[in-house]
């Protein structure tokens, strides 16, 4: 995923961007870097490796350093960036959030017609942020080039261009990220997380709308290009990925999550001694049901958060499930003998999860029944960097799926999607027995989408119904 965060002020911007640029830690794990500019000195930058500690130890001395009133910070899980970009369209600073999924077409595209390089990263690929730029390039003016490139990548983008007299905002085509505007005296603020800048003074002014594009003054937001009538956001922002303080489209975070919880428990039969969630983003889904069921919440493990704060980190999955396990102590005399139910927000290649549920049997706990936040994933997110998996085979379902056609059984994935058919339970139950649960149950995509309660047709659930 990745997260970003734009200041346009009157006075120097750069305290700002930093702390509003740091509330997006959650969102990415790898890089993180800010860029500036000022009449006086011109375009300044600083990009840090995030992987072994926190966004504001590694930018501590560029923020006492740097100085601007105009300014993009960004957060990201691979590439580098804010760039500063030399073009016809003059000097610019570019950040990006989403995923690129035809990138070898483009890259070809703008060989054949000529004079395009690029620069290759560490892993070998192109920088995704640096091939938005290239596009952009392609027209005559930043306005023309951004709509350029929204139309012909494959996937998502939202971008941040930060030029001399103001950043360009653009929200991806159809809204699966969010862009919310914030409002001061003397200044604007551009952040993917609308909690982000509370502390620092601004207030609400509004999201963008889909497709749209404004560019940012320290005195105005002025639209350019009007937003689309359709929108596909992103449903796992709010069971997963969001910050709890945060909202989309109206609808808190927080809010939704015990919501989710809350229907979860209504259609359950188990009558467990205590309902827990798995630290962080499974805890509010829990508190839901506890609320609605009247079953007793408790931490039956805690997180380790002074040296383990945030869940994203590693990207390395051998290394995640190693340091999932670390991060979770145990509170023996809450799980012996216990029958516990435990709420995550989702499952994905079921080895963390696992683990715990072991983990728990080994602290002594009697029974581990297992409910999810979110329906089966059955699908690879095709437009955020939800997970780098290169297959859709490292999803638990699939797998299943997998074994149950190499008994000879013909598949039709559709069935399996729907949580009233006799394959999609045949699916769960033999999740619930690979991975050791007393028992588990998903939630259903219509009481998730009633959770967040905004309409199905302005939702992106892909990743479970592979419907577009």
Known sequence: ???????????????????????????????????????????????HNIENSPFRTKFDKDVNEMRGNLGIGCISDYEPQPLIVRSHHGTYAIATVGKINNTDAIVKDLFAKGHAHF???????????????????????????????????DGSM?????????????????????????????????????????????????????GEIVVVTPESVHTLVQPGKDMKICTFLWVYYGYPSSSYEGISVEKMRY????????RDDVKPDIVAGVPDSGTPHAIGYANRSGIPFSRPFIKYTPTWPRSFMPTIQTQRNMIAKMKLIPVHD?????????????????????ETTEFLYESGAKEVHIRTACPPLMYGCKYLNFSRSSSEMDLIT??????????????????????????????????????????????????????????????CTYCWDGKE
């Open 259 to 266: 919501n989710c919880g809350e229907l979860l428990a209504e």
């Open 334 to 354: 809450l799980i012996q003998d216990k029958s516990l139910l435990l709420i995550d927000d989702s499952i994905v290649r079921g080895t963390q999860l696992g």
């Open 1 to 47: 995923m990745g997260g970003f965060f734009g200041v346009a002020s009157n006075e120097d911007c750069v305290f700002d961007l930093f702390f509003g640029t740091d509330y997006h830690s959650h969102l990415g794990t790898r890089r993180a870097g800010m860029a500036v500019y000022s009449e006086e000195k011109g375009y300044d930058r600083a990009i």
């Open 119 to 153: 620069l290759e990263m560490s892993g070998g690929d192109i920088n995704a942020t640096e091939l938005v730029a290239s596009i952009v390039n392609q027209k005559d003016n930043l306005v023309e080039g951004i709509q350029y490139a929204q139309e012909i990548i």
């Open 398 to 459: 699939r797998r299943v799926i997998k074994e149950i056609e190499e008994e000879g059984k013909e598949i039709d994935l559709k069935n399996y999607v729907d949580p009233d058919t006799p394959e999609y339970q045949d699916m769960v139950d033999r999740i619930c027995k690979k991975l050791n649960f007393t028992s588990l149950r998903f939630h259903r995509l219509d009481d998730m989408i009633k959770s967040v309660g905004i309409d199905k047709c302005k939702l």
């Open 158 to 210: 939202t971008m941040l261009i930060m030029t001399p007299k103001g950043i360009y905002a653009a929200r991806d085509r159809m809204g699966r990220t969010p862009v919310a505007i914030g409002k001061k005296d003397g200044a604007h603020c551009i952040s993917f997380e609308s909690f982000a800048y509370l502390n620092l003074g601004y207030k609400e002014e509004r999201e963008l709308g889909p």
